[in-house]
């Protein structure tokens, strides 16, 4: 190959070749976020790949994979198994074409596809259920039009649907040689599951745990009410692993673990307060969720819909929290939520 192929080959798929014989395919998103780490995990000599988190469905995603499987000299039917950490988009939108190219199952958790279908399914009603959400704590009807529409517009990167085969946390479940101890990580996406070994301390860890950016705490409904609780409960189990290595959903791979865990506990610590001291600001010590949204991010934040809608839902999470350590209420006024801050 010749250079000039080699370059045109990075700009698509940067491949790492991790100490441990795995390989980490960075898989090219359409967002600020850049690539999703999938990981290529050996099995026993000669007997195939388990995917963990192909990507999203995107031309530019498959191009990168099927470049980086011509170069490993391997074809889709040698992966034997897929295993998705969880739910979201760009971890899970590829696993139903990767499906039909292997014949390969699909792993998830119950969770994790119960919000899948209710995104993004034949019946979905989410889309619809968030932005009623987003309306009552204030959000102007052609916002919310824009994040209905922006959800609508994954569908085709999350097609074909997989057919699933469950797996539970608790249970351990063994692929590359290893029987890994299965963990529900929850807050960032319900049903979460998280891989480790003790033996190596090693953790596959999703996005529950990233190095340098501080996952999405959002608040859905139809599951639990305070999904910044229940990432926070999770972030003080996880921060007593012992682990060597951390292998995440994006960025790169990293060994503070634990560091990492109490950071991301003490950033939300600091974003409660700094929310109640906002709130106190405004006129009667009250805003809407929408009004907070905007405070945090910026007015700017409404030009993107991909980014408000994160930016929205984890605002509430963080007021859902407020209010029930008892220093901020949510008053209805006129068929509209409005939070005040208790002084
Ligand atoms: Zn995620």
């Given at each position: 190959?010749?250079?000039?192929?080699?370059?045109d080959?990075?700009?698509?798929?940067?491949?790492?070749?991790?100490?441990?014989?795995?390989?980490?395919v960075?898989?090219?998103?359409?967002?600020?976020?850049?690539?999703?780490?999938?990981?290529?995990?050996?099995?026993?000599?000669?007997?195939?790949?388990?995917?963990?988190?192909?990507?999203?469905?995107?031309?530019?995603?498959?191009?990168a994979?099927?470049?980086v499987?011509?170069?490993?000299?391997?074809?889709?039917?040698?992966?034997?198994?897929?295993?998705?950490?969880?739910?979201?988009?760009?971890?899970?939108?590829?696993?139903?074409l990767?499906?039909?190219?292997?014949?390969?199952p699909?792993?998830i958790?119950?969770?994790?596809q119960?919000?899948?279908?209710?995104?993004?399914?034949?019946?979905?009603?989410?889309?619809?259920?968030?932005?009623?959400?987003?309306?009552?704590?204030?959000?102007?009807?052609?916002?919310r039009?824009?994040?209905?529409?922006?959800?609508?517009?994954?569908?085709?990167?999350v097609?074909?649907?997989?057919?699933?085969?469950?797996?539970?946390?608790?249970?351990?479940?063994?692929?590359?040689?290893?029987?890994?101890?299965?963990?529900e990580?929850?807050?960032?996406?319900?049903?979460?599951?998280?891989?480790?070994?003790?033996?190596?301390?090693?953790?596959?860890?999703?996005?529950?745990?990233?190095?340098?950016?501080?996952?999405?705490?959002?608040?859905v409904?139809?599951?639990?009410?305070?999904?910044?609780?229940?990432?926070?409960?999770?972030?003080?189990?996880l921060?007593?692993?012992?682990?060597?290595?951390?292998?995440?959903?994006?960025?790169?791979?990293?060994?503070?673990?634990?560091?990492?865990?109490?950071?991301?506990?003490?950033?939300?610590a600091?974003?409660l307060?700094?929310?109640?001291?906002?709130?106190?600001?405004?006129?009667?010590?009250?805003a809407?969720?929408?009004?907070m949204?905007?405070?945090?991010?910026?007015?700017?934040?409404?030009?993107?819909?991909?980014?408000?809608?994160?930016?929205?839902?984890?605002?509430?999470?963080?007021l859902?929290?407020?209010?029930?350590?008892?220093?901020?209420?949510?008053?209805?006024?006129?068929?509209?939520?409005?939070?005040?801050?208790?002084?």
């Amino acid at each position: 190959m010749t250079n000039e192929h080699q370059s045109d080959a990075n700009a698509i798929a940067n491949t790492n070749q991790l100490d441990n014989g795995w390989i980490q395919v960075k898989v090219p998103l359409p967002f600020s976020l850049k690539y999703v780490n999938a990981y290529l995990v050996p099995e026993q000599e000669g007997s195939g790949y388990t995917v963990i988190d192909p990507g999203l469905h995107t031309p530019e995603a498959l191009a990168a994979w099927e470049f980086v499987l011509a170069n490993l000299g391997l074809t889709f039917t040698d992966i034997i198994r897929i295993v998705l950490t969880h739910q979201h988009p760009d971890h899970y939108g590829l696993a139903g074409l990767f499906q039909q190219r292997s014949g390969a199952p699909v792993w998830i958790s119950r969770a994790s596809q119960q919000y899948a279908e209710r995104m993004w399914g034949p019946n979905r009603v989410l889309a619809d259920e968030l932005i009623e959400v987003f309306r009552l704590h204030g959000m102007p009807n052609e916002l919310r039009q824009g994040i209905k529409d922006n959800l609508e517009s994954f569908v085709p990167m999350v097609t074909p649907y997989p057919a699933v085969t469950y797996m539970e946390a608790g249970q351990p479940f063994r692929f590359g040689g290893i029987d890994w101890t299965t963990i529900e990580g929850n807050g960032h996406a319900e049903g979460q599951i998280l891989f480790y070994d003790e033996a190596s301390g090693i953790i596959v860890c999703g996005d529950q745990v990233m190095p340098d950016i501080t996952p999405n705490v959002s608040v859905v409904p139809g599951e639990t009410e305070d999904p910044l609780e229940a990432f926070l409960v999770s972030l003080q189990q996880l921060s007593k692993l012992e682990v060597s290595l951390a292998l995440p959903g994006h960025r790169e791979s990293f060994v503070d673990f634990t560091g990492r865990c109490e950071g991301l506990i003490a950033h939300h610590a600091r974003r409660l307060d700094k929310m109640v001291v906002l709130l106190q600001e405004q006129q009667g010590a009250e805003a809407t969720g929408f009004a907070m949204c905007e405070l945090l991010f910026g007015g700017r934040i409404t030009l993107n819909m991909h980014n408000l809608r994160f930016a929205m839902a984890e605002t509430l999470a963080h007021l859902v929290r407020l209010e029930k350590q008892g220093r901020v209420e949510l008053l209805k006024r006129n068929g509209q939520y409005i939070y005040h801050a208790i002084l």
